[in-house]
């Protein structure tokens, strides 16, 4: 099973069981095996991680364009442009 098909089955499983103590009227209470929340805890890290080097890039590519000043090729420019745009 890959990563994205993982998730979905946790969605599902925990949705499936809020949805149950939701009609009771009771409070929600999600039952996940270990492995699952660890998966979950490795993925939010690697998020972190992702956002960290995009914010890096970012900040790189936002150095480039002002150390160019004016910028000596308009596609060059369009298209860290465009990066900088992608990354927000």
Request: zero cysteines; a negative charge.
């Amino acid at each position: 099973m890959n990563d994205k098909e993982r998730l979905e089955e946790i969605k599902n499983v925990s949705e499936f069981q809020i949805d149950n103590d939701s009609y009771y009227g009771r409070p929600a209470n999600v039952i996940l095996n270990g492995d699952d929340v660890r998966w979950l805890i490795k993925q939010a890290e690697r998020v972190q991680e992702l956002e960290e080097l995009k914010d890096r890039y970012r900040e790189a590519i936002e150095n480039v364009l002002k150390d160019f000043g004016v910028v000596e090729s308009l596609k060059y420019a369009a298209q860290l442009k465009k990066a900088l745009e992608e990354s927000e």
